[in-house]
């Protein structure tokens, strides 16, 4: 029973595997480990220094782990492998710290045969497989995986070795500053407005911008209030991520669409600009009316009302408002709602240089000047009124009356002849003419009258007079002398600019 426990111990020892570790800077043999092999800090992986020779039978186990010149080197490989088999030993090469020319080898012991590494990397002289890189930056990290064949019974116990030349470094900054800037202010101010900009300047870059400088060159359309068409702000230094405003402001002086440009420059840093536009709109409505500057009483009186849109902005809900005269009254107006005196009408809009054109019309029977408003209004408040006004002509009536003072009278008497002439109608008249005609039984002989006449033979002519207003009267006299008997007619006649066919009176007078 001893015989056979001990027999299956024997079996177990010659089975197991192990790894023994050594970091030197050149390796020399099994046996050999000098004192170069310092422990780096990043990973807690102890260095054995001085380092001994593979112990016999081998002490350590199958994953193990070596620190040197800033490089970690980390190995796996199964407890137990089968005689004639493959098997597998997995290498982790990680960089602490920047190296270069970094050479990782392992000694293979005796009986043990490369078959392969994956991925491919690693080669195989002498018994000495060698992985090398060029240079690792820290944090890098190798894995491979080496295929080995096991043709002998024992400890078969790997050896690694690794050198590296840590990397130094001599650092200088190198940066830029960039400069980005910014321009915001209103999209639509009216002219005479006041146009408010507000710039920013920030550096985006990763070192200060010096000498930072923003000219402002003014354009058509805008007025500074220090009269200047050029603006300059000096910035200094503006630190990297950080931002300076600058505030401004104009006055709109002209219609269209004005393009501010802002020039930003620096002693350290490429130039650059920015732009904002503003339209400067004018919102403005006109409003016209034309219509007959008289007619009389009874007639009717046409207008014509026009509606511009004279502004740059679309006009919306458009009203147009006429107020007739208490006077008058309206006879129509199409298209508006009517209401007592007052007509209305809408539009929905009315575009820049758009015009509508309406009709109204009115009438009287009162005798004036009456003038007639409108109005036109929108959502856009831009207002604006017309008058026009008519002066509405009465008609003038004339009467007369003419009568003599005796009646019947005797030959070679005198009689007198009154005419008193009146303007009853509701305007006045003009141009008005008297003419008396007698028979020959009377002779005219003098006259008296509000005009100077004229006597011809048997006809009395008076001057016209001018202007007959409304409800005046005018006086003539005639004094006349019989020369025969009879039944002497006298015949008055009136007219004037109104009355083309004259009105005839005529008075009777008996002669004995």
Request: glycine share 6%; hydrophobic share 30%.
């Amino acid at each position: 029973m001893k015989k056979h426990l001990g027999l299956m111990t024997s079996l177990i020892v010659i089975f197991a595997t192990a790894l023994c570790w050594a970091g030197c800077s050149n390796y020399g043999g099994n046996d050999y480990c000098p004192d170069q092999c310092v422990q780096n800090t990043c990973d807690p992986c102890p260095c054995p220094s001085p380092c001994d020779p593979c112990p016999k039978p081998c002490a350590y186990g199958n994953q193990g782990q070596i620190c040197c010149d800033g490089v970690t080197v980390t190995a796996t490989q199964p407890k137990l492998c089968i005689l004639g088999d493959n098997y597998a030993l997995d290498v982790c090469i990680k960089a602490c710290i920047d190296v270069c020319h970094v050479e990782v080898n392992a000694m293979l012991p005796e009986g043990v045969t490369l078959v392969r590494s994956e991925p491919p990397g690693a080669t195989e002289s002498d018994g000495m497989i060698t992985w090398t890189f060029d240079r690792m930056m820290k944090g890098d990290c190798h894995a491979s995986r080496v295929i080995m064949r096991a043709d002998r019974e024992g400890n078969l116990c790997i050896c690694f070795c690794v050198t590296a030349i840590p990397v130094q470094f001599c650092a200088a900054l190198c940066a830029k500053p960039i400069l980005e800037c910014s321009k915001c202010g209103p999209e639509e101010v009216t002219p005479c407005d006041p146009v408010h900009y507000t710039i920013t300047v920030t550096n985006t870059g990763t070192c200060p911008a010096e000498d930072v400088v923003v000219v402002d060159n003014v354009p058509d359309g805008l007025e500074h209030s220090s009269g200047q068409r050029r603006l300059t702000w000096d910035l200094g230094t503006i630190c990297p991520c950080e931002s300076k405003c600058i505030n401004v402001c104009f006055t709109a002086t002209k219609r269209g669409q004005v393009c501010n440009t802002i020039n930003v420059t620096a002693c350290n840093a490429h130039p650059t600009s920015c732009q904002f536009c503003t339209n400067v709109v004018l919102c403005q409505a006109e409003i016209d009316k034309v219509g007959p500057k008289e007619r009389k009483i009874g007639e009717s009186a046409d207008y014509t009302i026009t509606v511009t849109n004279t502004g740059d902005k679309t006009l919306t809900q458009v009203i147009v408002c006429d107020m007739a005269p208490s006077a008058t009254s309206i006879v129509e107006a199409p298209g508006a709602v009517v209401n007592c005196n007052q007509a209305v009408w809408r539009f929905d809009e009315l575009n820049p240089g758009e015009q509508q054109t309406m009709g109204l019309t009115l009438t009287t029977c009162t005798p004036g000047y009456f003038v007639n408003r409108v109005s036109v209004d929108n959502c856009q408040r831009c207002r604006d009124c017309a008058e026009f006004g008519t002066r509405w002509r009465g008609t003038p009536a004339l009467n007369g009356c003419f009568q003599d003072t005796k009646d019947p009278i005797c030959v070679g008497d005198f009689n007198s002849y009154m005419l008193r002439v009146t303007n009853q109608g509701s305007e006045e008249d003009t141009n008005l003419r008297v003419v008396v005609r007698f028979p020959p039984e009377l002779v005219p002989v003098t006259t008296h009258g509000d005009s100077p006449a004229t006597i011809s033979g048997q006809t009395v002519t008076f001057d016209p007079i001018a202007i007959a207003g409304s409800r005046e009267s005018f006086q003539f006299r005639i004094d006349a002398q019989a020369k025969d008997r009879g039944d002497a007619r006298i015949k008055a006649e009136i007219s004037s600019d109104t009355i083309q066919t004259p009105i005839t009176l005529e008075e009777s007078t008996i002669i004995n």
